[in-house]
């Protein structure tokens, strides 16, 4: 979480009340506003930070589940240029003294190409070039995303600005040998960055297609209106070619739309002022139904008891040789000798004489 303006004294207690039973870091030590914030599941991830400044945090980070062993910087860039320079300069020493795989992901506060934003001024190679000679010297290259080209706006109503100013980069050795992540950028909400979330997939997905007709935009008053303005632009080529070129211009016209911006502020606004109450309520009622469902045999319990027992499940456990075992079959053998050496392999003298009558008995009858 980046940006989040938590004080120092406080972070503890927002830890428990949101994150209880998870561990978690911050650069509090570095910035007064705490600009990273990185929190995770103890069971599933083991993470060591390694280094700490007021723009980055680099931690060393193990996932359990598939024992994989990887390296993270997670930057929150400032918006003064000369301000930047050390973290480009940290990311390149990194990059010099590491040989692991290593993803670097984080709110840049910089576009890196000229058609990474829509409104505002033009960009210049003056503004981006610190940004991008540092990619190259770190030999990074970026994760390909789903979903929102752009991830910033400043939802203003008129002359809006889109942005891409958010970054996932891997380098060539994550590229080799991890496995395959699907990477989304997901819908902004209430704030004007896009979350970003990056998930490890077993099998490869299929790709999205490049245009999606949803049937609402024609109840749109302009609508006809920016459809015609995008197709009538001269486009030289093949039909095929001028078609899909003409559906991308649609798709760009689309966001800077005066009446959509319009809409969506007024929209977001009533969504500021509804969501605290909405909040409180469902609080309530959910304390509510486990009063009243909690202790019958219904489907909600079961529910919860399997949510519970997914938080609690053992995914890893330490043998003798203090190793960390994984896979399901090893950790069940292990409590099994750990409770045979506790109670006992052998039967106790009582069962050995009750089998000896029973032998008895039989031969008699």
């Known amino acids: 979480m980046l940006e989040i303006k938590v004080k120092k004294e406080k972070k ?23 600009r990273i914030w990185i929190t995770w599941r103890p069971d599933y991830y083991q993470i060591i930070p390694r280094q700490k400044t007021s723009q980055l945090i680099t ?28 973290l480009w300069e940290d990311l390149i020493t990194h990059s010099r003294g590491s040989s692991k795989p290593w993803m670097v992901v984080g709110d840049f506060n910089s576009v890196l190409n000229t058609e990474d934003r829509i409104g505002g001024n033009e960009v210049t190679w003056a503004e981006v070039v610190d940004f991008y000679n540092c990619i190259v010297e770190c030999g990074l290259m970026e994760l390909p995303a789903q979903e929102n080209r752009y991830t910033w706006s400043d939802k203003h109503e008129e002359h809006r600005i889109f942005s891409k100013i958010d970054w996932i980069f891997i380098n060539e050795q994550w590229f080799d040998t991890m496995p395959e992540c699907n990477t989304r950028f997901l819908r902004e909400g209430i704030g004007d960055h896009c979350p970003a979330k990056v998930t490890f997939v077993k099998e490869r997905q299929r790709s999205r297609r490049f245009f999606q007709f949803c049937n609402v935009w024609t109840q749109l008053s302009q609508f006809m209106s920016i459809v015609n303005e995008d197709w009538n632009h001269i486009v030289e080529g093949c039909k095929m070619f001028t078609v899909v070129r003409r559906l991308k211009m649609l ?14 502020v007024s929209a977001y606004q009533k969504f500021r002022k509804l969501s605290y109450p909405v909040e409180v309520y469902l609080q309530q009622r959910s304390k509510a139904t486990w009063i009243r469902l909690g202790d019958d045999n219904t489907k909600y319990f079961h529910s919860v008891i399997k949510h519970r027992k997914l938080k609690q499940a053992t995914t890893q456990l330490k043998d003798g040789s203090s190793l960390w075992q994984t896979y399901p079959d090893i950790i069940v053998g292990m409590f099994v000798d750990d409770y045979e050496n506790l109670l006992g392999r052998k039967a106790t003298k009582r069962v050995q004489d009750f089998s000896s009558i029973i032998r008895n008995g039989n031969r008699l009858s």
Do not use: M
């Open 59 to 86: 931690c060393e980070v193990l996932y359990v589940p598939l024992q994989l062993s990887f390296e993270v910087t997670y930057v929150y860039v400032f918006n003064i240029k000369e301000e930047r320079k050390g």
């Open 12 to 34: 503890g207690q927002l830890a428990d009340k949101i994150f209880a039973g998870w561990k978690f870091v911050t650069n509090l030590d570095y910035h007064y506003n705490g």
């Open 251 to 264: 798709k760009r016209i689309c966001p800077t739309s005066l009446e959509y911006q319009q809409a969506e």
